[in-house]
């Protein structure tokens, strides 16, 4: 756990009432503002020349990343894993979202077919699109290192399973600059590690449990491994104890900053029978810290989920999510289209145009730049006003796209029909729904007034 400015203000000159207290040599007027400087990140410990050894190792011990980050694939189709700094993501936030990575037997007489089916899988949510991130080619035929060859130049991720060192070293030859992730969960470290060295790519430290995980994991250090993935092959069977796991792991790398579990974790999820089972299993991986999750095969409704969850756990709580503020034609917007105003907040946005997008004539929607706020929040901060509603509008060129003036506001923000009157004389305001979810019954009687004049 990183050393506060207290902390090392007490093992400093002036904290230990040493004859070079508040020296100034350090450049600040006493050893408790160069402590919180230096607690900070702000200064080097070099700049304090009475430093003791202990409290220079304790200071570069923390430099040192909680979890180390890796990247693997082609240089155009690269991923990153690991990299997190913290347990929970409302301390700070959380970097690089878990990779999920599909099975993919080298025996499979659909291997083709199922690879063009990954390869093409994406969908689209609040604003960012989402896709398969990464293979496990599974070596179970003589076909294994022509299945290698030709995902080499593909330009996805792959992690190469074997239970064959000989045939991993053999693959590791054609990958090109597709570098993967090897997983040799049958063979001792002294050999894992050695292709480690030998081709300068990431590998899987498997154990059964959370104390041969801890004895491997430092076994592998001692023998001069540097990148590595921890695996836990049997925990899922026992989902409580997983979690117990998982998160003693994540605890003792983020907060103790334990060198034996500041690896990346991959979990494999085993074919169950049960494609909801398996749906669960991976939640829990994702939400208790896989940094890569293997699922058993392509299903795209447990897939969908898995984004979902990993959107939520992955986006910064510091910056809100938000759209470009603009006009948006939804669908094929005709002269007499609904014309709706609301914040730029990407949820709200998505909500809304979730449902008039399925209109027969569309619909314009005008986006007011509102700093990512929702509607009642952007309106009490005073960034949802008269005056921003109806300078999004003049700049939007709308007039020249419409035979109506109405302009739909969030039943919300009713308070602001007079002031947007004010702003815009010669539109009507109309008062929708508070919920984008009635929208649609709020239509079936919303007519469009045609300008008679």
Known sequence: MALTG????????????????NCKKCGFPTCMAFAMKLAKGEISVDECPYMSYS???????QKRPAQYEYAYGTPKGQVKIGGETVLFRHEKTFHNPTIIAVNLKSSDEYFRQKF?????????RVGETFGINSINLIDDDESFIEKVKFLADKNIPVILSSSSSKRISDALKVTGLNKPIINLASKNLST?????????????????????????????????????????????????????????????????????????????????????????LASISLCKYSNIIVLPEMDEAIITALFTLSQGLYTDPQKPLQVEAKLYEVGEPDEYSPVFVTTNFALTYFA????????????????????????????????????????????????????????????????????????LPDWNVVIGPNEAADLLKFLKTYKATEITS
């Open 352 to 423: 809304v145009v979730t449902e008039i997008e399925s209109l027969d004539k569309g619909a314009y929607l005008v986006i007011t730049d509102s700093d990512g706020m929702s509607v009642l929040t952007a309106w009490s901060a005073s960034k949802l006003t008269g005056e921003i509603i109806a300078k999004a509008i003049k700049n939007s060129d709308l007039e020249s796209k419409i035979k109506h003036r109405d302009l739909i506001i969030p039943g919300f923000i009713d308070v602001l029909k007079d002031e947007i009157n004010l702003e």
């Open 116 to 124: 063009k089916k990954i390869r093409n899988y994406n969908i689209e």
């Open 192 to 280: 894992i590690v050695k292709i480690q060295q030998k081709f300068d790519v990431i590998v899987t430290i498997n154990a059964k449990s959370f104390e041969e995980l801890k004895k491997k994991s430092k076994e592998f250090k001692a023998l001069g491994g540097k990148k590595a993935v921890l695996m836990l092959t049997t925990s899922l069977s026992k989902p409580f104890e997983f979690v117990k796991d998982m998160t003693k792991i994540r605890q003792l790398a983020m907060r103790d900053k334990d060198e034996n579990f500041a690896y990346p974790i991959m979990t494999q999820i085993n074919f169950s029978f049960d494609k909801y089972y398996d749906a669960l």
């Open 6 to 21: 207290l902390q090392i203000f007490k093992m400093l000159p002036g904290g230990k009432k040493e004859k070079e207290a």
């Open 55 to 61: 409290l220079k190792n304790l200071l570069d011990e």
